[in-house]
């Protein structure tokens, strides 16, 4: 889709507009992205390939350890939720996901010697349908004790919880006084449930007016929400946040620091331990090797970086 050169030359419709065409290009929607090298995108939503697979040599060990429905279709299926840039988005096609947890997921493929295909799904969807639908699911699932008793989780990153705010904040937004406030963020994330709800209760309990959550499938359409001023701020993960900033132009700003840093992990089914195994043990080869720091590298995001994956580590409740 072409964009007026006139839309262009005004900085406030320029971003409105970038991103409003990302989200009709993408269909599921997905955030617009940074301008930058390795695996970072331009400011129309494309990205480089920030990691290329084929330098994984298989390892037939660990392929060995496959379960025998894996071993025979050759292919690890990974859903994702492609609209939460740098993690996971789609490409300016509008169907090829990319994102830093693709090319784990890549990565993970190459190493076991498996065919990856990454499927765009709704986040809340994607546990419910490990097993039948999904080999895989990596999606910046954050591990909390409600997951881990659903699911097998292996941790591969470590994220907290980022805010923004439009610049210069207006509207004199505090973390510390969210009631009567209008705050977006991502259906099913830990921001809305337990932080935003948490304080919504506490709110309520004061007698002081309540907040205004807004909840959305995709993390574009709360960006693009705060970028145009329908809600007063947002909250999600501390990467995306950061990628957000960078894509918008300077309309927005961070507010406040990074808190509740905690794992995240790659989802399996929990009737299928061997292959929480299998992955645990891929991802430390790819930490050993070097490939997982040349990937979170490639987006810019080793502050996430984590030393020692483990499958099902405890969790913070």
Do not use: H
């Not at 480089?48 to 390892?59: E, G, L, Y």
């Not at 840039?85 to 493929?109: C, H, N, R, S």
């Not at 709360?222 to 946040?241: H, K």
């Amino acid at each position: 889709m072409q964009i007026s050169p006139s839309l262009l030359s005004n900085p406030a419709l320029k971003v409105a507009t970038v991103l409003a065409v990302s989200a009709l290009a993408l269909t599921a929607c997905t955030n617009a992205s940074e301008t930058g090298t390795g695996g970072a995108a331009t400011a129309s939503g494309s990205a480089a390939a920030s990691f290329d697979p084929s330098t994984i040599q298989k390892d037939d060990a660990l392929a060995a350890a496959l379960p025998e429905s894996i071993k025979a279709k050759g292919t690890l299926t990974v859903g994702s939720d492609t609209s939460y840039a740098p993690a996971e988005f789609l490409g300016t096609d509008g169907q090829t996901p990319v994102g830093y947890d693709v090319d784990i997921a890549k990565a993970i493929g190459a190493a076991l010697g498996l065919k990856v295909q990454v499927q765009t799904a709704e986040f809340t969807g994607i546990l419910p349908a490990l097993g039948p639908k999904y080999d895989l699911g990596i999606s910046s699932f954050t591990i909390n004790p409600e997951r881990l008793a659903a699911v097998n989780m292996v941790s591969y990153y470590q994220a907290g919880t980022g805010w923004a705010v439009q610049k210069g904040n207006p509207k004199k937004i505090s973390l510390d006084d969210l009631c009567g406030k209008s705050i977006g963020v991502q259906t099913g994330t830990i921001q809305e449930d337990p932080d935003l709800s948490d304080r919504n209760k506490k709110c309520i309990a004061e007698g002081k007016q309540p907040i205004n959550i807004v909840t959305l499938k995709t993390q574009t359409d709360i960006t693009t929400r705060l970028v145009n001023g329908s809600i007063d701020a947002m909250a999600a993960d501390s990467p995306i946040i950061g990628y957000a900033l960078t894509q918008t132009n300077g309309q927005i700003e961070k507010l406040g620091e990074v808190y509740d840093s905690a794992p995240q992990g790659i989802a399996v089914a929990k009737s299928d331990m061997a292959l929480a195994d299998v992955v645990q043990k891929t991802m430390t080869k790819l930490m050993e090797d070097g490939s997982y720091k040349k990937i979170l590298e490639g987006w810019g995001v080793t502050d996430g970086a984590i030393t020692k994956s483990e499958v099902n580590p405890a969790a913070a409740s």
